[in-house]
């Protein structure tokens, strides 16, 4: 077991959080005059006067419920970068502490390092991106306090090997975060059930991909209870705001319908891929477990111009580690796929 409370920032160890107005008075009903909200309301669209549920009750119960797990070891964040964010603030002395990462791989875990003033030590995963876990264990020193594993990865899209993972956290002191924003699209089970077993493992997920509500902002980390309470005493008051909070919650009525649209992506993933490898400038399409395909070309950065000019945004990632001359192709509808393709022959027959 990891002792979290040595982990700890000592400023946030001694915090005492802000209270607020709700936090004496738990009921529905009552006439409130305690948060200073204006009483009349505003507009007829709707009520929006009054301040919305801090700690987001009825919504961390119903996801609890639905993911079988405590609802105490659920945090909900203005997206998953919320929750990125929240960790160095919790785990990492500015200008003192460190984080690794392994490349390529998702840009959030180092703009908000260097946002806190965390530094960053990088150990790029494999040519065929996969963790390095001797080099892995090997850069792991005392300043170190967070890894940072994204699997199903981006932009590779696979998902990390298994057994590097426990290793990890087995062998490591600190926190060992697991960003699971694709899990949806991928084979494997997740891995919020084996937080029991490891009680330095935080596990992140989001509303913005496989369920469609990237707009609405809301995104969950899933960890052991004093984690948990931690995020709690240092996010924003009032971070998911109540629009969110009652949207995600209708969501959570259309399960069966998520599942659908999911093998719809996934089976158009696949039908890409094939279409994508008939193309004599595609030289590898990688194995994907998510929504997108990362995609190996001759000439990326005259693919990527010609099919801006045609309004088709993809995103160029050569610039990244064993990612040379690589697109990133995020899964359409089949109007959008078909669009991609069509614009990609129109490519092949000037080249
Ligand atoms: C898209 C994405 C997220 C989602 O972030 P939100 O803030 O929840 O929208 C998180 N991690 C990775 C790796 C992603 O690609």
Avoid at 167 to 187: C, H, M, P, Q, R
Wanted: glycine share 4%; proline share 3%; charged share 25%.
């Amino acid at each position: 077991m990891v002792n979290i409370d040595k982990l700890l920032r000592s400023n946030i160890k001694k915090l005492s959080p802000y209270s607020t107005a709700r936090d004496e008075y738990d009921g529905d009903i009552g006439v409130f005059l305690d948060a200073n909200e204006n009483s009349f309301g505003s507009i007829p669209e709707g009520n929006y006067n009054r301040y919305p549920d801090p700690h987001q009750t009825v919504l961390k119960k119903r996801i609890a419920e639905i993911k079988k797990i405590n609802r105490n070891k659920i945090f909900i964040g203005n997206g998953s970068d919320e929750a990125i964010d929240l960790l160095y603030r919790a785990f990492c002395e500015p200008g003192k502490d460190s984080a690794i990462i392994m490349p390529p791989t998702y840009g959030m875990y180092k703009v908000a390092a260097e946002i806190n003033n965390v530094k960053i030590k990088e150990v790029p995963l494999t040519q065929s991106f996969d963790i390095d876990v001797d080099n892995l264990i090997a850069t792991i020193d005392s300043s170190v306090k967070l890894i940072f594993i994204c699997s199903p990865n981006n932009p590779s899209g696979n998902l990390l090997n298994r057994d590097a993972i426990i290793k990890t956290l087995s062998f490591f002191n600190g926190i060992v975060v697991i960003d699971e924003a694709y899990i949806d699209f991928a084979k494997s089970k997740s891995w919020i059930y084996s937080q029991e077993k490891f009680n330095n493992l935080v596990v992140l997920q989001t509303f913005s991909k496989a369920w469609g509500l990237a707009n609405i902002r809301a995104g969950l980390a899933i960890a052991d209870e004093k984690i948990i309470s931690i995020f709690n005493k240092i996010k924003y008051p009032y971070n998911i705001n109540g629009l969110t909070q009652q949207l995600v919650l209708t969501a959570l009525n259309y399960t069966e319908k998520k599942e659908k649209v999911v093998n719809k992506i996934i089976s158009e993933r696949e039908k890409l891929r094939k279409e994508l490898l008939r193309f004599n400038f595609v030289k590898h399409v990688f194995y994907s477990d998510a929504n997108f395909l990362l995609v190996s070309v001759k000439e990326a950065n005259n693919v990527y111009d010609f099919l801006l000019q045609n309004k088709i945004i993809v995103r160029n990632r050569s610039n990244m580690i064993n990612c040379n001359e690589c697109l990133r192709f995020t899964v359409g509808t089949e109007e959008e796929n078909k669009r991609l393709i069509e614009t990609l022959s129109k490519y092949e027959k000037i080249k």
